[in-house]
């Protein structure tokens, strides 16, 4: 479901006026205990932002046995200006991870409406990779998947990142996070919006 950029450049309408109101966040998982995520719209209503702290997958000596996967659901209750609806055009993850010759790494995400289907994204991370990681989804005009018109529905976004020892040595320590201790590692989801027909 995921490709190309929804809007070119030239194609792109100005944002509307009146701001795009998140007014509701619930974070559930291993990912995000209560206080450790945080939401943020763009001055130009395009994105917004989630910011971790405490997000992080690992394996090795000092692990407890359900370290190597972590997850967080976030329930956004998204109010957009009257008579338009939005979608999720794409999303950019960042974070850092370091993976011992042997292990490997995997970030994943799915997106959804309440009461639509959902879509899966999967990136993976080779054994031995050690420094900052990006992904992004992106999804094309065509596959766009938009709030409905006139109701109130949650738009739930589950993302984890998880570490597979594989077969690293018993005493190498791998892990995987997205974390904003500096506040430089963020999440950023971009919206389209369009007019209610």
């Not at 065509?142 to 976004?157: K, Q, S, T, Y």
Request: glycine share 10%; with cysteine.
């Amino acid at each position: 479901m995921f490709g190309s950029s929804a809007f070119g450049a030239s194609a792109a309408p100005p944002p509307p006026t009146a701001r795009i109101v998140i007014d509701g966040v619930a974070a559930n998982g291993t990912g995000c205990p209560p206080g450790t995520a945080a939401v943020a719209v763009s001055p130009d209503n395009t994105a917004f932002t989630v910011t971790y702290s405490n997000y992080l997958a690992k394996v090795g000596p000092g692990s407890a046995p359900t370290d190597f996967r972590k997850n967080c659901q976030l329930d956004l209750r998204v109010h957009v200006p009257g008579g338009l609806t939005y979608a999720i055009v794409s999303a950019d993850y960042r974070g850092f991870a370091s993976l011992a010759p042997g292990a490997s790494g995997t970030q994943r995400a799915s997106y959804h409406f309440q009461g639509n289907a959902t879509t899966t994204k999967t990136h993976h991370f080779k054994a031995g990779f050690t420094g900052d990681w990006q992904t992004t989804d992106t999804v094309p005009v065509a596959a766009l998947v938009f709030a409905p018109c006139g109701e109130e529905r949650n738009l739930n976004i589950n993302t984890e990142l998880q570490v597979d020892a594989g077969t690293s040595s018993p005493s190498a320590t791998s892990f995987m996070e997205m974390d904003s201790t500096d506040g430089t590692i963020k999440t950023v989801y971009h919206v389209a919006l369009k007019q209610c027909q």
